[in-house]
């Protein structure tokens, strides 16, 4: 497990695991024991069971004989360490109510043409040239940008933010100082934010927060989690999905000759090759049954959820993309409680970006062969790290 091979293409392992050992101990990179858990069915339930609890505070034991990932976790602040991710009922319901206001239906709506008009603008700026980076100059950018202008941060500290980001979700590849120092640093600058807030609000969420019953560890923790959420994911669903379009030529054909397709063709796209590799962490309060295997308490669970979504007993004839598949069951935004506040916001961002691009550069293609193409690793998130493109 884990290994660079397993990095770039995870899928033949996962296959083999779900027939042999759908619930298996493993060891981290780091050093921390897991239960690694692949089947569609034993990952949605653990989703949702009580008993997987997200308390990192009861959890301190566990952690502190958990290699450096527990060691990482517990060098975090409280306000970065205790957040929505890794909390339970009823903290997390009370919450998880106050930021689901902020994610509304009708804000989301309301921000698409917000989202279209960054797309465009970046990819104005990229137009007159013959290669580019498609991670690094379109989809990195964008959540980045749109999350700066929700929260009405300046532009000019998107890439502090963004490398504190990467830092905190890429443990298993960082030391336990660098996660701490990441974590530290985004508190301060959290606090900071909301220190300026309390006297200039304006139209953001972060002046909306401010209107609610919130201490101020709740509020940093909550804009903590918007920021982490709404950039690493985000431009990782961007990154992935149009490397599989272009691993599949003629579904890219398929999408570009229909745009009405979007919306369904980025839930498979999530489906086939999500930007959340493993559910955030979770261990068993008791012991919990996963078929025929008994997690015993007291122990850490990874659900895969890129596991899951290509489980053929939940998909037909899973390792294909099919822009026109009914993917809806997948879980590449999680399910239950815990289910991705940004879910919406991500699916808007997307469909905007691959729809812009298909249209405006019909001839693009990848500038290097895909076995060149740099992946990330990281226990919870997958995503390229690069993808060089030939626009015309």
Avoid at 88 to 96: F, N, Q, V
Wanted: charged share 25%.
């Amino acid at each position: 497990m884990f290994d660079p091979a397993f990095v770039r293409d995870p899928h033949p392992t996962y296959a083999r695991l779900r027939e042999t050992a759908p619930v298996c101990a493993t060891v981290t990179p780091n050093g921390m024991r897991v239960w690694l858990v692949t089947r569609y069915t034993d990952v949605r339930a653990g989703l949702a069971d009580p008993r997987l609890s997200k308390d990192v505070v009861t959890a301190r034991d566990i952690l502190g004989d958990g290699g450096d990932e527990g060691k990482a976790l517990l060098a975090l602040p409280p306000s970065i360490a205790v957040n929505l991710l890794s909390m339970d009922a009823p903290e997390h319901a009370r919450l998880r109510k106050i930021a689901t206001a902020a994610f509304t239906a009708r804000r989301v709506r309301h921000l698409r043409p917000r989202v279209a008009e960054i797309v465009d603008s970046l990819l104005t700026a990229v137009a007159g040239r013959d290669r580019i980076d498609l991670v690094t100059e379109i989809a990195r950018p964008l959540p980045i940008l749109l999350m700066c202008e929700l929260l009405r941060l300046p532009v000019a500290d998107a890439d502090r933010l963004r490398g504190w980001t990467e830092t905190l979700v890429s443990m298993s590849t960082r030391s336990v100082a660098e996660y701490g120092a990441a974590g530290h640093a985004l508190h301060d600058y959290l606090t900071g934010v909301i220190a300026d807030r309390r006297v200039s609000r304006g139209d953001d969420l972060v002046s909306d927060l401010l209107d609610e019953d919130l201490s101020e560890l709740d509020l940093v923790s909550l804009l903590a989690v918007m920021v982490i959420g709404g950039f690493e994911t985000t431009a990782n669903l961007i990154g992935t999905a149009l490397l599989a379009l272009f691993d599949h030529p003629g579904q890219l054909a398929s999408l570009r000759e229909n745009p009405s397709l979007l919306p369904n063709a980025v839930e498979e796209l999530i489906r086939f090759d999500g930007p959340v590799h493993m559910g955030t962490f979770r261990y068993t309060r008791e012991d919990v049954d996963f078929g025929v295997t008994t997690v015993p308490a007291g122990e850490v669970v990874m659900l895969s959820l890129l596991s899951a979504n290509r489980d053929e007993r939940q998909f037909a004839d899973a390792d294909r993309l099919d822009l026109s598949r009914v993917a809806g069951s997948h879980l590449g935004f999680g399910h239950g409680a815990h289910y991705c506040l940004g879910a919406a916001l991500a699916r808007v961002e997307c469909e905007e970006m691959l729809g812009a691009l298909i249209s405006r550069f019909p001839s693009m293609r990848l500038a290097v062969p895909p076995d060149e193409i740099p992946w990330q690793f990281t226990l919870l998130t997958r995503g390229v790290d690069r993808l060089p493109v030939v626009l015309s």
